[in-house]
């Protein structure tokens, strides 16, 4: 059906990808996924697991997590409501853009998704009320090998689009360590992961 764009980012192996839209008085198409087209422009993984989340609010941060080791996952984002900034950093140690961030805004009316590979430490904020925010991994969730480190963490100087008393946040994702704290046990080795 239609094309894909690809984006390159700065952050190595990072790719925005976005599909061809079909619209008129009704509304609009999408193909979101096919895997022969992207296969043709060299996005090859095998996913296996697809996730959902409902936030109501706008303002609702949920972040930094990774999975470790063998269970590290490659993850295909996008938003079906709504509209995020999503937020992702290289935990790749070896790798040239190790501990460096991005930010990017999917939303539903601009049809980004958000190719994540493994050893990236993932979250976003939720720019507007009822976002679903889908995506897929190429690897099975690990409770075991769960990570993350906090979204507030200094180090970094993440510039999130909110005030952090204002943020609606899980109990875990409030208690994470720092970069810096992270860093001492990080698991990622560039090419090894």
Request: glycine fraction near 8%; hydrophobic fraction near 35%.
């Amino acid at each position: 059906m239609g094309k894909l764009k690809v984006t390159l980012t700065k952050l190595q192996d990072v790719k925005i990808i976005e599909p061809a839209v079909f619209g008129d008085q009704r509304g609009f198409f999408s193909e979101t996924y096919s895997d022969r087209d992207f296969k043709e422009i060299g996005i090859d993984f095998d996913f296996i697991q697809d996730n959902q989340s409902l936030s109501s609010q706008a303002g609702v941060l949920r972040g930094l997590h990774f999975q470790r080791g063998k269970a590290a996952q490659t993850k295909l984002i996008r938003v079906a409501t709504g509209a995020v900034l999503d937020v992702i950093v290289d935990v790749r140690k070896g790798s040239p853009t190790y501990s460096q961030w991005e930010g990017y805004i999917i939303s539903a009316s601009n049809h980004r998704q958000l190719l994540v590979p493994k050893g990236f430490a993932h979250g976003f904020v939720t720019l507007t009320d009822n976002v679903n925010f889908l995506y897929k991994c190429d690897n099975y969730y690990d409770a075991e090998a769960d990570g993350g480190f906090s979204f507030k963490t200094p180090e970094l100087e993440i510039d999130w689009p909110i005030d952090f008393s204002k943020a609606i946040t899980s109990e875990k994702d409030a208690r994470q360590p720092t970069f810096t704290e992270f860093e001492k046990n990080n698991p990622f080795v560039y090419g090894e992961i």
